[in-house]
Nanobody, 126 residues
Framework: QVQLVESGGGLVQAGGSLRLSCAAS????????MGWFRQAPGLEREFVAA????????YYADSVKGRFTISRDNGRKMVYLQMSSLKPEDAAVYYC???????????????????WGQGTQVTVSS
């Protein structure tokens, strides 16, 4: 069992930055590919970024490539999403998730993630 708790969301002006954090607990949490997803009102939850278990590979949605950076610290059981040059369309609830099935990459399929946090709200003002 893995528990995930996100933090770091808030209100930021367009062009600003935020750093989201995800604290993981559970004996095997460091073994999973970890992802960030987001969901805006009325829209499907969508893939944002993912990092493999050792941090060796990262993947990004085209919409955030070059602006967001995902990283992890397995010693601290933390996953981060550094967001820069934020746009109003980045506003959403952001979720941290652990991938429990699937072996294809990029790991963009939300149905392959079995553990989810409660989400943290990101609001971007124009």
């Amino acid at each position: 069992q893995v528990q995930l708790v996100e933090s770091g969301g808030g209100l930021v002006q367009a062009g600003g930055s935020l750093r989201l954090s995800c604290a993981a607990s559970g004996r095997t949490s460091s073994a999973y590919t970890m992802g960030w997803f987001r969901q805006a009102p009325g829209l499907e939850r969508e893939f944002v970024a993912a990092v493999t278990w050792n941090g060796g590979n990262t993947y990004y949605a085209d919409s955030v490539k070059g602006r967001f950076t995902i990283s992890r610290d397995n010693g601290r059981k933390m996953v981060y999403l550094q967001m820069s040059s934020l746009k109003p369309e980045d506003a959403a609830v952001y979720y941290c998730a652990a991938r429990v099935r699937g072996a294809t990459f990029p790991p963009v399929n939300k149905y392959e993630y079995g553990y989810w946090g409660q989400g943290t709200q990101v609001t971007v003002s124009s």
